[in-house]
């Protein structure tokens, strides 16, 4: 979970919280793409109007055209991994963002995600990964999206990991993946078998937690 959550620099300690409504909505109107308004989002995420504006100041720090392309997305994401090649896991994770398949990312599918990695229910935020993993849509994890994600994860990471992996780690990890959550042997995980296996291991649970407060 922690992975995804990197994504943008907020720099919320740099934002000046007392420019008042008529500056925010001014902002929100000198880029190629204007967001849904404050209200809307608002009622949509489970962030308030005055986080959505220091998170949307943040956006625009970032893309100023107020969309995110697949590329630029790759560019930022691979500033957090500077020793291996995030290509790969951050195209999957741009899919998980750009919900509506249009190609770019805007602020709205932005929020939308980040308030359920951040703010949203267990659930929520298992549904979320579970459909991160399941690349081609389809309801099921299968072995060959899970090893696809792993190995993506393991380049991402680079050749400097400590202890150094094994050849073959990315398929032990996609092993003992199905080992625990393919409950009936099927050779596919479902969505509720996911939800099952994450919510009976606590470790999981934990890494669920550690971003409620980043905002």
């Not at 005055?50 to 630029?72: D, M, W």
């Not at 990991?161 to 094994?166: F, H, S």
């Not at 080992?179 to 995980?189: A, E, L, T």
């Amino acid at each position: 979970m922690g992975l995804v959550m990197g994504t943008f620099s907020l720099q919320s300690k740099q934002m000046n919280y007392h420019k008042d409504k008529a500056d925010d909505d001014l902002e929100m109107t000198v880029v190629c793409h204007r967001p849904e308004g404050l209200d809307q989002m608002e009622a949509q995420t489970n962030f308030s109007k005055r986080e959505l504006q220091v998170l949307y100041r943040g956006f625009k720090n970032e893309c100023p055209s107020g969309v995110v392309s697949e590329e630029t997305f790759k560019q930022i994401y691979s500033k957090f991994f500077p020793h291996g090649d995030a290509s790969a896991y951050a195209h999957y994770l741009f899919n998980a963002f750009d919900t509506g398949h249009t190609g770019s990312i805007k602020f709205e599918d932005f929020v939308t995600a980040l308030s359920i990695l951040l703010r949203g229910s267990v659930t929520e935020k298992l549904q979320w990964t579970f459909n991160l993993y399941d690349i081609n849509r389809d309801g099921y994890i299968n072995k060959e999206e899970m090893t696809d994600i792993v190995r993506a994860i393991y380049d991402m990471m680079g050749k400097y990991t400590y202890p150094v992996l094994k050849t073959d780690a990315p398929k032990q990890h996609v092993d003992a993946f199905f080992q625990k959550m393919d409950k009936n042997r099927d050779g596919v995980v479902t969505l509720d078998e996911f939800i099952l296996s994450c919510q009976e291991d606590e470790n999981i649970m934990r890494s669920l937690q550690l971003f409620e407060n980043v905002i």
